[in-house]
């Protein structure tokens, strides 16, 4: 549905974060322009209070004077001299996205739409569910299948076997797409800034278990969905993407929940479509969306 | 601005508030035909869960064949079998309005423009401060200005003073336009459900004090408002009416403040003003919206 | 997903239009109550301008005293006596709906699978397609499909093979899901009120053909979607719903198209839920939705 | 109400439209480094389409090694090299706005009380209006306000005084808020791009008179209001701004000019707020908006 173009575009995406200096700009514009890149996107910004800046630039490929692979020596210089952390991201080498589920299947069918039509650009080589209820729908997309019961005695042994999946099928991004597992510590340390979950309230409002339950009884007339990068304190990850719709004393619980749905939906896929679009700095526990 | 043919209406509005029964609204429908109400405006809620029904039907009084001091000896009857809680409101008794308010002006500026523009049926015969800022504007709009300042020490005597100038004034509905003074105790129970405020997060989130640096810390990415009745725990009174606006990355403090403000505005106005049209039935710390 | 409860409810629901006169309300509670209905939701609407009077209301069909078929005769004196048009539906009659689409499949796949899930409580035992591309999507839902295709020459004839489907399927409401062909007048004619189109803009604006590009052209900031009654007169049938998403200048041409499918998913399907649901009363070409 | 910091700072803003070329970023960044600039904010759009580069630089003046006198002569080799098209503002030479009003005065009491707190950054030295309601809020605010009556006969006598008033202050842009006068085609052609509208609609939908009766009519479930520049054809200028609000079947056609007025000063605010920061670029009848 989405034309071709998009999807198959050939661009370098380099995400910089470093101290605020003058010069910046023009360091990294000129060299760019020496190396004959053809900018497609550009965009920073500057966090005053921290001295901070944060840029992200999109070229085309064609025509470029570097590889991927010389890349690195001759950004060296300009690196060392501001002190930055930078990735250089290739729009031709999709990410590769686990899908992890339990029950609630509106967000895999959601995420697996999207990927087939185009709009979002990675792979989506693997999913794993603690039940067999989606394997049908997997099926129909021709994606692999793992189902993994997790229950208090098997957990460590279970996430080995996640672990085993995500290496063998060179696992870039994990979802939790309603995923009703709590990970462990040492899941959330393996996959830093790798795992997305989305939490159905407005964090931080409702943190934790049932918040639509809990939404009822408090009696808001909005409710909120929050996608996120989990971290090793539950829900308190850095923010990606939240979104709100309007409820009155006419939705009961059931009507909170099916209104959530749709809520869940968009908030986590454009927070995966942010990631594998490299859009996503991280500083400060919190994220820089460059749109 | 708005037509005269709004403010001048001359009409009834009963609230009721009851176990649910078969044959109540019959009963209420019957009776109102009986003495010939034009009937402008009906709705009602069943709750199931706590089988309870709620309703508010707004009549014309012309024509109609009793008076409000007859009302409540015919109606007696059918309020008895059914176990109603009930209230009449003539339109044409207008609730008597006071205002709070500290440094931050922008909510009493939006309530007394809303006021001259016939937007809210009410008077406004008071403005109290533990400022002197807003005299001025009090004195354009020909209100009378009470400036009561308020310290550690002097708390009980200033909320006496205040609870002078209510009863002097006859104010029937207490609105604290970011009044920035916590209440005693004794205050909120004076004025049961006849307070609103305006808390500047969308609560649950950021209950409390620096609702807006808050989320600026936690980098959420829409930022909220709530108007509630103001109950003796701090900022979990029944929530009248939340709203929210979406921020950026590029937000800093300041910019959450002034993007807040709109937010405030609306959102305290709207439950002012539903209160005003006896829209709002309370039942378990929620409320219910008649529109 | 949704509750059970929910899918086996047993209620029926009244739907009248009437000229607005005194006692209606007395005489229709009177009447249910006579007959011993427990009244779970009712909603009003009186139309001053016009002296219109609207009213649905819904009661449990458990110790109801009469049946369908006795109904209408039980009914027929209130009925002559206020002049109304009425009807009554049956949640346990659940309607039956074909879907008829083109290319673009996101509308179809998320109808389907809202009902999948328990959202829409109809039956779709049709989908007419006029390409095959959605004929594996049908089969995984387990749907009869139909390859119809439709050309300058053949209308007429496709038109005859469509009326022989529904006919056969006993369909009560057709929902054009993105279906790319304009039906004729005597399609149009032949199920008035009962087929829902979705529109990609925000009617009245860029009524016709690209609205997307003619959006993009024009430089809007929101971009929007509507669903409505299909009438003879192209895109000016009674709104049924609409919404909106905020576009800006990064968006081209082919975002615009990707983020009004989001829209186009979501106002569809609450047009279809709310005719399903017996919520939609139509006069004047617009519509009341009773929510 | 906003920190002083705001308003006092002492910056220069470069706006640029030109061909699309290698290097230009290079060349722009270059510059500014090599005359010590601070940037503080960069934005930039490039249009494929129509191979167009768009960019604003923000700098601190503070440390900067050019005047703005000298700014142009420094510039000119690069502007030449590239086309550009560019304009500097300085953030200390405070934009001068007049407001232009009839009878409706809600967005003249939000923007003076906008202009008040800090929010927008011009000076505001002149009102004019053809009916004399607002003279009184005028002078609460200290702004010299001219009543000059426009009627069928005296438009273009009308006109010459408002040029004359617009040269005697000094004014760079033009805000109608709410001016219900069609302006001559010689006062759009005499300030282009410098003059802003809100138009009771969103646009393209409802052009013309009476936009909230014709949405009535249409049964509409959103309105909307549109700020843009004026151009000669009627609404048609570039949009800056829009923004919706639900409404609903209860809702009567003085409901929705309530309601707009919410909207339309929201809406006009931001465009005035925009225009004034310099974060606006016009091209192909659109905007850009930098923020």
């Given amino acids: 549905m989405v034309s071709d173009l998009k999807i198959m575009k050939n661009t370098a995406t380099l995400l910089i974060n470093c101290p605020d200096r003058k010069g910046l700009v023009a360091a990294i514009a000129d060299f760019l322009y020496r190396h004959n890149a053809n900018i497609v996107h550009a965009d920073q910004h500057q ?7 944060l840029m992200r630039v999109e070229w085309d490929l064609n025509g470029f004077g570097l590889t991927p692979d010389t890349f690195a020596t001759a950004f060296a210089p300009i690196a060392e001299r501001f002190e930055m952390q ?6 031709q080498q999709r990410p590769r996205v686990a899908i992890m589920v339990s029950h609630y299947d509106h967000c895999l069918v959601d995420l697996l739409y999207r990927h087939q039509s185009g709009e979002l650009a990675c792979d989506i080589p693997l999913i794993i569910s603690n039940h067999k209820d989606t394997q049908r729908l997997a099926d129909f997309y021709g994606i692999p299948f793992h189902h993994i019961e997790v229950n208090k005695d098997n957990k460590a042994d279970a996430e080995a076997r996640q672990f085993a999946l995500f290496d063998e099928y060179n696992i870039d991004l994990i979802v939790l797409a309603r995923y009703m ?4 510590p040492e899941f959330v340390k393996r996959y830093p800034q790798r ?14 278990a049932r918040p ?30 939240q979104d709100i719709m309007r409820v009155s004393h006419r ?7 099916q209104k959530g749905r749709d809520l869940e939906k ?3 896929s454009r927070a995966v479509r942010w990631h594998i679009e490299n859009r996503i700095l991280l500083y400060a526990n919190k994220t820089v969306i460059f749109d």
């Avoid at 930078?86 to 729009?91: I, R």
């Avoid at 795992?195 to 934790?208: C, E, Q, T, V």
């Fill in 266 to 268: 968009v908030v986590l």
């Fill in 47 to 53: 966090d005053a209070e921290n001295n901070l800046f």
């Fill in 181 to 184: 597992q709590i990970l462990s």
């Fill in 212 to 241: 639509y339950h809990r939404a009822f009884e408090r009696g808001v007339k909005l409710i909120g969905a929050t996608s996120h990068y989990v971290t090793e304190v539950l829900d308190e990850g850095p923010i990606i993407e």
């Fill in 86 to 91: 930078w990735q250089l991201k290739l729009s």
């Fill in 251 to 257: 939705d009961q619980i059931d009507d909170l929940i």
């Fill in 195 to 208: 795992i997305i979950n989305i939490h159905h309230s407005f964090l931080p409002a409702f943190i934790g």
